[in-house]
């Protein structure tokens, strides 16, 4: 059974970095698309990147409000995919998972299409 677990939260000031790693056991990730969302207090879960596995291209997806500080990679050795962020924002704060995408409609985004989710990290961007 697929279990994901992320970890590289924490606290960091606007203009910040942080590198976020979704580490699968149970099941190697090579050849699935994963996917990084994020839910805000009182906000619905939403899309903030994915990477197509082996035999797919390792294509990437990004949000628009994220495109261009955000850098999601895979390490298959290591059966993990990170997301690299950068010049982080106040509205970058929320709880940050990653997913396994099953089903494979048009749009990347669509939590109904993933599974296996992680417990998530918290990410908070304040001064």
């Known amino acids: 059974q697929l279990q994901l677990v992320e970890s590289g939260g924490g606290l960091v000031q606007p203009g910040g970095s942080l590198r976020l790693s979704c580490a699968a056991s149970?099941?190697?990730?090579?050849?699935?698309?994963v996917g990084w969302f994020r839910q805000a207090p009182g906000k619905e879960r939403e899309g903030v990147s994915s990477?197509?596995?082996?035999?797919?291209?390792?294509?990437?997806n990004y949000a628009e409000s994220v495109q261009g500080r955000f850098t999601i990679s895979r390490d298959n050795a290591k059966n993990t995919v990170y997301l690299q962020m950068d010049s982080l924002k106040p509205e970058d704060t929320a709880i940050y998972y990653c997913a396994r995408r099953i089903r494979h409609g048009r749009n990347w985004a669509l939590p109904d299409e993933y599974d296996s989710w992680g417990q998530g990290t918290q990410v908070t961007v304040s001064s």
């Open positions: 990477i197509s596995g082996k035999g797919s291209g390792g294509v990437t």
């Open positions: 149970g099941l190697t990730l090579d050849y699935f698309t």
